[in-house]
């Protein structure tokens, strides 16, 4: 599932402002002009929601910018986000890059999901769906892990492909064939009257 101009951008200017916000500025810098609301806090407001929590939201909204309803496409776009997210850390991390003395793993708490991606992302889809993954949405996560060069396991296999990174000229290859299917997904589901896939969430 090849990414739009729009939301690379979206990704890009996400992932800039999250990285420049944590170095050091004599002045504060601008904020960034798009922004995504989301709870901080537990539905009984006695504390605040766990941080991977807060990036599953942030990704399942940021998703919305590509596709409206919770179809196929949009949960296809869902995991290629958070598998992307979870390589950007392993990659900073790797760089040894730190922010206050922390890696970007320990500091994002996903030092559990990184040794595993593709796990991590199912069970973030199934998190986010209330549904265990369906075999197409395993199947597209498969294709994305495999066209962007990683095992979908630990390691720093991979690389960032959103925006065009080390990976972009394998997804690009493979998105005709994942576009073609979610296509005759779609169809189908018009000739037979169906309002697409269902999802919890805005």
């Avoid at 810098?29 to 941080?51: E, K, N, V, W």
């Avoid at 290629?80 to 922010?99: A, H, N, P, W």
């Avoid at 549904?131 to 960032?160: C, F, K, R, W």
Wanted: charged share 15%; glycine share 14%; proline share 5%.
């Amino acid at each position: 599932l090849a990414l739009s101009p729009r939301v690379a951008e979206h990704v890009h200017t996400h992932t800039r402002c999250a990285y420049d916000m944590a170095r050091p500025h004599a002045s504060p810098p601008p904020t960034c002009q798009a922004s995504i609301h989301i709870r901080l806090r537990t539905a009984d407001l006695s504390g605040f929601m766990p941080y991977p929590a807060l990036i599953d939201t942030l990704l399942h909204e940021l998703a919305h910018n590509e596709v409206g309803p919770h179809t196929d496409g949009f949960w296809a776009l869902f995991c290629q986000l958070k598998v992307d997210y979870l390589r950007t850390l392993l990659g900073l991390s790797s760089r040894g890059i730190l922010f206050n003395g922390k890696s970007p793993i320990n500091l994002a708490s996903v030092a559990e999901e990184v040794k595993d991606v593709r796990t991590a992302t199912l069970q973030a889809l199934a998190r986010d769906r209330q549904v265990e993954p369906s075999t197409l949405q395993m199947n597209l996560l498969d294709a994305y892990i495999a066209a962007s060069g990683g095992s979908g396991a630990g390691g720093h296999a991979g690389g960032m492909t959103l925006g065009g990174g080390e990976g972009s000229a394998a997804v690009a290859v493979s998105a005709g064939g994942m576009r073609e299917l979610l296509a005759a997904k779609a169809l189908g589901r018009i000739q037979d009257g169906g309002s697409g896939g269902a999802g919890s969430g805005g």
